[in-house]
């Protein structure tokens, strides 16, 4: 979770590589109820590079 002038970035993380982890049904479900939400984005990451690329437009969006 990032806070940033205002507005809230949740990122929920997933595993990469060999063995990938799946979004269950009730994370969809909550990060549909979060991204509904006006001032917060909710993301979901495979892996490290995607949170960083994720994060970085986030915190150049909220500098604009």
Partial sequence: ILIMNGRLLFIEMKRVGSAPSAVSKPQREWLGALAAVPGVTAV???GYDEAVAVV???????HE
Wanted: charged residues 30%; positive net charge; glycine residues 0%.
């Fill in 44 to 46: 979901i990451c495979r």
């Fill in 56 to 62: 970085t437009v986030a915190m150049k969006k909220t």
